[in-house]
């Protein structure tokens, strides 16, 4: 069964860089654009990032714009978030998942982020 796996996240605090980490198992996902979304508690679940298979194009939150980059390899089928000039309205839960036929899935756990101000 296909599922991703993120990781990376942790405490850090606020003007710091974070990591994550998303692999996926089960299936390559190949061809398919990947996103990250996160959930701050008591909020909706928001778009970060997004990146289409090739890498060629990548699309941002404004809200993240010039702070975080998404990246691939997908020899190694996982996906990549660099979080940088980390605020605390950066915490939340960071999910990735794949857009399938015009849909967001296969969401992974999840991976809190917490920065601390």
């Known amino acids: 069964q296909e599922r991703l796996v993120e990781s990376g996240g942790g405490l850090v605090q606020a003007g710091g860089s974070m990591s994550l980490s998303c692999a996926a198992s089960?299936?390559?996902?190949?061809?398919?654009?990947r996103g990250w979304f996160r959930q701050a508690p008591g909020k909706e679940r928001e778009f970060v990032a997004a990146i289409t298979w090739t890498g060629g194009v990548t699309s941002y939150a404004d809200s993240v714009k010039g702070r975080f980059t998404m990246s691939s390899d997908n020899a190694k089928n996982t996906v990549y978030l660099q979080m940088n000039s980390l605020k605390s309205e950066d915490t939340a839960v960071y999910y990735c998942?794949?857009?399938?036929?015009?849909?967001?899935?296969?969401w992974g756990q999840g991976t809190q982020v917490t920065v601390s101000s």
């Open positions: 089960g299936r390559s996902f190949s061809g398919y654009t």
């Open positions: 998942a794949v857009l399938i036929q015009g849909r967001w899935g296969s």
